[in-house]
């Protein structure tokens, strides 16, 4: 499975952005699907999760109300639309896939519940 993370780019403070992450090579419409981030000096992070039909959504309690994950599982497309955004947002994003499909709250923010991963795209926010 291979993820391709893009829509990355440079905003100010209270502006707006929405990565999508495509995947190819796997049955994408079976995986939950997680974004994380990596800002600089700092360990990745969970943002957000979904489970493999969109009926579940769970949050980082910092990007709760501001980001909303989405899929689209006929274009194998994951979406992060980030609202209200904060210089402390900048990082680099990473999507992951969760074979299992399923999301629960003890479990979405875990980096080992995903197999695989992109290979990230970098959001600046200026104050």
């Known amino acids: 499975v291979q993820l391709q993370a893009s829509g990355g780019g440079l905003v100010q403070a209270g502006g707006s952005l929405r990565l999508s992450c495509a995947a190819s090579?796997?049955?994408?419409?079976?995986?939950?699907m997680g974004w994380f981030r990596q800002a600089p000096g700092k360990e990745r992070g969970f943002v957000a999760a979904?489970?493999?039909?969109?009926?579940?959504?769970g949050y980082a309690d910092s990007v709760k109300g501001r980001f909303t994950i989405s899929r689209d599982n006929a274009k194998n497309t994951v979406y992060l639309q980030m609202n209200s955004l904060k210089p402390e947002d900048t990082a680099v994003y990473y999507c992951?896939?969760?074979?299992?499909?399923?999301?629960?709250?003890?479990?979405?923010?875990?980096?080992?519940?995903?197999?695989?991963w992109g290979q990230g795209t970098q959001v600046t926010v200026s104050s």
């Open positions: 090579g796997g049955t994408f419409s079976s995986y939950a």
């Open positions: 992951a896939a969760d074979r299992y499909g399923i999301i629960s709250r003890a479990t979405m923010s875990r980096e080992d519940e995903y197999d695989y």
């Open positions: 979904i489970s493999w039909n969109g009926g579940s959504t």
